[in-house]
């Protein structure tokens, strides 16, 4: 009986200590802050615009969410026709975003036929 006894406690001791291990694999022990953490560059808005000779834009504001400054960033859309097709692609950079600062960018399409736009990517080094 004490034999029986050792065998369950052992095999509950393992699947505990299994246990503890995935939930430590798993991200278990992280904060909560860890998933507010917003990423190094944020899309705060955007929209397209039509400008006086009928040139057509993608404005918007991305705010640098380091306290360093980022040598070069750069935001990209696709641009669609009324049938879903992709027709082209517009993006804008900019350098030297400063720590926590906010980017005005202008990402100018040079596709007279799209419809819509879609946010694709946004990259900073």
Sequence with gaps: MNQKKFQAGLAFTTVIL??????????????????????????????????????????????????????????QFNLYDASGAQVG?????????????IWKFEAVCLEDNFKTAKFKELTGF
């Design 18 to 75: 299994l246990l503890i291990g995935l939930s430590i694999a798993c991200g278990g022990g992280s904060s909560e802050s860890d998933f507010e953490k917003k990423s190094d560059l944020e899309l705060l808005d955007w929209k397209i615009t039509t400008g006086e000779y009928g040139n057509t834009t993608i404005t918007g504001r991305v705010k640098n969410n380091t306290s360093r400054e980022l040598s070069y960033a750069q935001i």
């Design 89 to 101: 692609t517009a993006m804008a950079n900019v350098n030297n975003l400063e720590p926590n600062g």
